[in-house]
């Protein structure tokens, strides 16, 4: 088979990227920003608190909200909801971690950090 010196010389090429940026791997940002003790602690606490009430050791009932209502702790275990990025979006702004300068400069490894 003769060969072309077309631009499309893969079936699998793909035709509108530029090029690629490698992401930082996950264990690199863990230790370019460790955890606090604080927020360890937290986080411990948090999951201890789910797991008791999924157990059905702890009465209350855990709810997912965008802001926190300290008010009703004791009968329920708050769980803050944060969006790093837009979930289900195919259009539009994709958020912080895709777009940290909101510029559409797209540096992603900037906005994992």
């Known amino acids: ?27 690199i940002l863990q230790m370019d920003h460790p955890l606090s003790e604080q927020s360890e602690d937290t986080i411990a606490s948090g999951r201890k608190q789910a797991s008791e009430i999924l157990r059905r050791k702890d009465d209350r009932l855990i709810v997912v909200l965008k802001q926190l209502a300290d008010e009703l702790k004791d009968d329920l275990c708050i769980v803050m909801r944060v ?7 195919t259009v539009g702004w994709k958020g912080l971690i895709n777009d940290p ?13």
């Open 83 to 89: 969006y790093f990025e837009k979930p289900r979006t």
């Open 101 to 113: 300068d909101l510029n559409d400069t797209f540096q992603i490894n900037k906005g994992l950090r």
């Open 1 to 27: 088979m003769a060969s072309t010196s077309s631009a499309y010389t893969k079936a699998g090429d793909d035709l509108r990227i530029a090029g690629y940026d490698p992401l930082v791997p996950p264990n």
